[in-house]
């Protein structure tokens, strides 16, 4: 699939002071994430450029509602994906939204609405890819082959990742030092069989977001030791690293995790893998494999509501379908 190619900070300068000016105050507020800014960013300089290039650089409150369909067109027909179509759509949306409540003072703005109406059909919200979590063969065999090829890091990545259910923002946290944690106790002393990790940003608004402890079991315990073991001493903090050709000790990047599932992971089991679908796999694997209750894997995904985490198991409905034929 195509993608369109960032904004240059010489193009940027190009662009119409007046319409610069908005995408600043825009992008100010404060209940984005760093992550979120970023690619709002990029979002609203795109489609700045779009009018410089093909509406004549026209401040944003002369733009109608046929011209966000023709924004849209021209993302469809530069061959960005569905999903792709829709988030830049929703940030100029949101920052049309933005001006229609903050920008009523000013004369040209008293009478601007939002490019996207009803009148503008979005895309359609279908998925690129099938999402089919990992068969419980699928990941022992992953965990068996990695630790043939002695790829320990990526072994520690596999099991911590699986065990606590988490994402790839929170799994780059992860400090080291939860080589160290003990075994979580009850009131009364009890040892539980989890441990919990310190405390790593989540997803939510602003800055700060929500924050959480994640949980992780003896197995991916004992995969970070053994990573660790055969790391040996470096000061990078954090547990997922990378050597420079200096052999200066740098955190991984989110990218890397991309590439070992989409080549190294994709390449034992014999199909395209992702790392969004070890978080849906260990959801899947407790309620259906495991028969443990919804709200035990909403505990490990860390979602507010068990709706949310009833999107990540899949179920297989063959059996309901036979019954109602029969």
Request: a neutral charge; charged letters at 30%; proline letters at 2%.
């Amino acid at each position: 699939m195509s993608k369109i190619k960032p904004v240059t900070d010489v193009e940027w300068e190009l662009i119409n002071k007046e319409n610069k000016r908005i995408a600043k105050a825009f992008l100010n507020q404060r209940q984005l994430s760093p992550k979120t800014l970023e690619q709002y960013e990029s979002a609203v300089r795109i489609f700045f450029r779009w009018v410089y290039e093909y509406l004549d650089d026209v401040p944003l409150h002369k733009l109608k509602p046929r011209h966000g369909l023709e924004y849209q067109n021209y993302l469809i027909e530069e061959g960005l994906a569905n999903g792709s179509v829709r988030f830049k759509r929703s940030v100029v949306s949101s920052m049309c939204g933005y001006v229609e409540n903050f920008y009523d003072d000013l004369d040209e703005y008293k009478t601007f609405r939002n490019i996207y109406n009803k009148k503008v059909p979005n895309v359609s919200n279908v998925k690129a890819k099938e999402k089919v979590p990992l068969t419980i063969e699928e990941y022992e065999l992953l965990c068996e082959k990695l630790e043939e090829q002695e790829r320990w890091q990526m072994l520690a990545f596999l099991k911590f990742t699986y065990a606590s259910g988490c994402r790839k923002s929170e799994v780059h946290q992860i400090l080291k030092e939860v080589a160290e944690a003990e075994k979580v106790t009850d009131k009364e002393g009890n040892q539980k069989n989890y441990y919990l990790t310190g405390r790593v940003r989540t997803k939510g608004k602003g800055i700060k977001g929500n924050v959480r402890r994640l949980q992780f079991n003896n197995e991916a315990m004992t995969a970070i030791k053994k990573w660790l073991e055969v790391r040996g001493e470096d000061d990078c903090p954090y547990l997922f690293v990378r050597k420079d050709s200096s052999g200066n000790v740098f955190q991984l990047s989110t990218a890397t995790f991309n590439y070992w599932c989409s080549v190294v992971f994709s390449e034992i089991i014999g199909r395209h893998m992702f790392v969004h679908l070890i978080r849906s796999t260990r959801a899947t694997h407790l309620v259906v494999e495991e028969g443990k209750d919804i709200k035990s894997a909403q505990a490990i995904l860390g979602h507010a509501d068990s709706s949310t985490t009833e999107i990540y198991v899949v179920r297989d409905d063959s059996e309901d379908l036979d019954s109602a034929f029969d």
